[in-house]
């Protein structure tokens, strides 16, 4: 609103050229900012001052206890050269936000088409199908997780019918970040949501016209609703990825908080987190979330500038 | 918690006017000095802790605001509070990070108050010394404990192999599990929990082989044989089913629920000797208590009488001298000692030691008993471990005993990499 009010106001106010002018962008805007002002003073306080002082103890040997020190780059470059764990962690975030991301945008994405056929009680399904996103991320869940894929679990009692004699899915080192994966996916509600929001924008005429021509239910899929939706996949993608990088609650309850069995669900925020709350090696913990920041960074800045040749805009 | 507080602020309402009707008799320091007292533990232990508070500002004055967090998230919101200038004046202690606080003046030398306000006169001397850092006493330790393996008498009893005593070994570790195996009760209990990666397991085994996890200048107290051992011997008892299933020891994740023994899955497990009150309140069957297994017969010198935890004061508390006088008042009053019993250890204080002892139930008798009564097991009692020690313990000797339990790395891949990894820690800290 500001932005806009002084780009069309500008050159009117120079020609003017008056004295007033200060006077009356305060006029104009001091109460828009004084409205802001909560949040302003939250959002300079709490986010983009931590943020500046973090980047700066990336540099330091900060440990919470004494005064932080200069240490350079050094965080940085122990981080790329020497830090097994590092190279670990980064690994298991990855093979989670590869595996759960596209799982969970393809599962919503099939939840949102079965609900938009203009079923009875939509309301209640789609409430009921949102639920586990709200549930999800919650320490009960994660809990009840453990139980589900134990070895008396569950899942092997489900197994057991078939006569099957399923592992302790969720302390083998081969399944454990798999149980994590499955919890994410199970997590479909918002990206359901708004695929089904996506789904009711696209006209109806379109998909008459194509039966009409004899275009299948899949060519009908694949030719109209998918170019359509492209936008809303498009932001579906950017947020899940987001919130998959930053995936931290349930490894952390899960695993206890030590990424077990074998690290195999040492996310890279929890090793984040053990760094900086376990070691008290802050200045290092604050060189990891910077990494993640660029990391998160260019992922996104790779889905836009990619985002032209697959994502449909014409309206 | 929250209404805790609330009590709490009744609490120093009333006692405001308690301290104002003593105020004539009582020294400067203690009028209206409100302290503040952080400590990890359960309900049990925060209940008998706010019994003493209460006791402690009825007869002084001052309240004392008590908070109390897990274990798991008691380091990060103290460490927080320290680093923002806001540590509460009475902090408990672990002899894991006394070294590292001591060392950042985030606690302080109580040494100018012995005698004054800190009465230690029938103190235990080992104690005493647990407390201390380069010369300096910043710890005044709450009870002392050794660590011990819990025993389910009862799951003995049913598979009809003799329980163990503090005379036993490996080797009958070995037996028992055999006869545990061919027993085969409640769905293959096995005879003890997968301890290889239990980091007081290690270290009270190295100690009987004359060694340490760390020496007194914080450097690795052993070397690349002993771990390979180490690993060896566990990868033995596991191939015999001695010992449960890696899939299922990484179960537990670290609560007292979560473990083998709770979970009941094996007979015996290694732990402290202050915790089988903890324990017994979770399972049905009974529990008692012997040493960690013996290397060979009649060696002994494992084991050593920890100081379980400390107060320590905090070092910008306003009310050093207040926060040190509840402190004494904790470890020497008779009839706090009778609220607190042995839950953080058995008592320092010889005289606080005899009045509670008859006091006490079966569970808590029979934890004073063993700590009495070591003998030949009790060695000296180590240096404090160096401020790496928590990483070492979390990022090598948990994930390296995992590794070899799955098969990932063999014993003598795993002894190498926890000496190289840990002296390379060891050398960053």
Redesign the interface.
């Known amino acids: 609103m500001t932005a806009r009010s002084l780009e069309s106001g500008a050159p009117a106010r120079e020609r003017a050229a008056s004295p007033s002018l200060w006077a009356r962008i305060w006029q104009n805007d001091a109460p828009g900012y004084l409205f802001l002002l909560p949040w302003l003073i939250g959002f300079f306080g709490l986010t983009i001052g931590p943020i500046i002082s973090s980047l700066y103890l990336s540099f330091t040997d900060f ?4 005064d932080p020190n200069w240490v350079g780059a050094s965080n940085y470059v122990r981080m790329f050269t020497n830090d097994p ?1 590092f190279l670990a962690s980064m690994r298991v975030t990855m093979v989670f936000v590869i595996f759960s991301v596209p799982l969970k945008l393809a599962f919503a994405l099939a939840v949102a088409m079965l609900l938009n056929r203009g079923m009875r009680g939509l309301p209640l399904y789609r409430a009921l199908f949102y639920l586990p996103s709200l549930l999800g991320a919650s320490v009960a869940i994660a809990i009840l997780w ?1 139980q589900i894929f ?2 008396e679990g569950l899942v092997n009692d489900f197994l057991s019918i078939f006569g099957i004699v399923g ?2 899915w ?4 081969q399944y454990s970040l798999w149980t994590i994966i499955i919890l994410a996916v199970w997590q479909f509600g918002s990206p359901m949501i708004i695929f089904l929001a996506g789904l009711r924008q696209i006209p109806q005429d379109m998909y008459e016209a194509a039966s009409l021509d004899g275009a299948s239910k899949w060519r009908q899929f694949v030719k109209i609703t998918l170019p359509l939706l492209t936008p809303v996949v498009f932001f579906n993608a950017i947020i899940q990825t987001i919130e998959a990088f930053k995936s931290f609650t349930p490894a952390f309850i899960i ?4 990424g ?4 195999s669900t040492l996310f890279y925020t929890l090793y984040l987190y ?1 760094e900086a ?4 090696r802050m200045g290092y913990a604050s060189a990891l979330a910077w990494v993640l920041l660029a990391l998160v960074g260019l992922f996104t800045a790779f889905s836009f500038l990619t985002s032209k040749y697959w994502v449909h805009y014409d309206d | 918690m929250t209404t805790r507080i609330d009590r709490r602020q009744f609490l120093m309402g009333t006692s405001a006017l308690v301290a104002a009707g003593a105020a004539g008799v009582m020294p400067a320091w203690a009028q209206g000095a409100d302290l503040r007292l952080i400590f990890w533990g359960g309900q049990a232990r925060a209940d008998r802790t706010y019994g003493v508070t209460d006791l402690y500002t009825a007869a002084n004055g001052g309240a004392v605001e008590g908070e109390f967090l897990a274990w ?1 998230d008691y ?2 919101k103290l ?2 509070q ?2 923002g200038g806001n540590a509460p004046d009475i902090i408990q202690m672990d002899y894991r990070y006394i070294v ?2 001591a060392k ?1 003046n ?1 606690i302080a030398p109580l040494d100018e108050f012995v005698g004054g306000v800190l009465k230690l006169d029938d103190f235990d001397a080992d104690q005493l010394e647990g407390g201390k850092v380069d010369g300096k006493l910043y710890g005044i330790s709450l009870g002392a404990n050794s660590v011990a393996t819990l025993v389910n008498t009862t799951a003995f009893e049913e598979a009809g192999v003799e329980a163990p005593t503090n005379a036993w070994t490996y080797d009958d570790l070995m037996t028992m599990g055999e006869a545990f195996n061919s027993a085969n009760i409640r769905g293959g209990m096995k005879a003890i929990s997968d301890s290889s990666y239990n980091e007081p397991s290690l270290d009270n085994w190295l100690r009987q082989r004359g060694k340490a996890l760390y020496t007194a200048d914080g450097k690795l107290g052993f070397e690349e044989q002993d771990a390979v051992e180490w690993y060896q011997l566990w990868a033995k008892l596991r191939e015999a089913g001695v010992c449960v299933s ?6 537990d ?3 007292l629920e ?1 473990t083998m023994l709770v979970q009941g899955k094996a007979a015996l497990m290694p732990s402290n000797s202050n915790q089988l009150v903890g324990y017994q309140a979770l399972v049905q069957d009974k529990l008692n208590m012997v040493g960690y297994p013996r290397i060979a017969a009649g060696v002994g010198g494992g084991h050593y009488r920890k100081p379980s935890m400390f107060f320590s004061v905090g070092g910008s508390s306003a009310n050093k001298e207040a926060a040190t006088n509840f402190v004494s008042y904790f470890v020497n009053d008779v009839e706090a000692g009778k609220i607190l019993g042995v839950e953080r250890g058995i008592p320092c204080s010889a005289a606080v030691r005899d009045a509670v002892s008859p006091t006490l139930d079966e569970a808590n008798q029979i934890a004073l008993n063993f700590v009495a009564n070591l003998g030949d097991l009790l060695g000296p009692l180590p240096p404090p471990p160096p401020a ?1 020690a ?2 070492v313990d ?2 090598l000797i ?2 390296l005993g ?2 070899v339990g ?1 098969g ?1 790395k063999t014993p003598e891949q795993a002894g190498k990499d926890l000496v190289t990894g840990a002296a390379e820690i060891l050398s960053r ?1």
Do not use: C, H, M, V
């Not at chain 1, 695993?255 to 030590?258: D, I, N, P, V, Y």
């Not at chain 2, 890696?246 to 179960?251: E, G, K, M, S, T």
């Open positions: 440990d919470l206890l004494t764990k453990r134990a070895r592992p302790s969720i302390s083998t080192p695993s206890g908080g030590t077990n069995p074998i690290n053990q709350f376990g070691f008290f | 798991n380091w990060p460490a927080t320290t680093a590292e606080y950042r985030a890696p899939d299922d020891q990484a179960l994740t670290g609560p979560s790496a928590g990483e979390l990022s948990r994930t995992q590794e799955f990932a800290a």
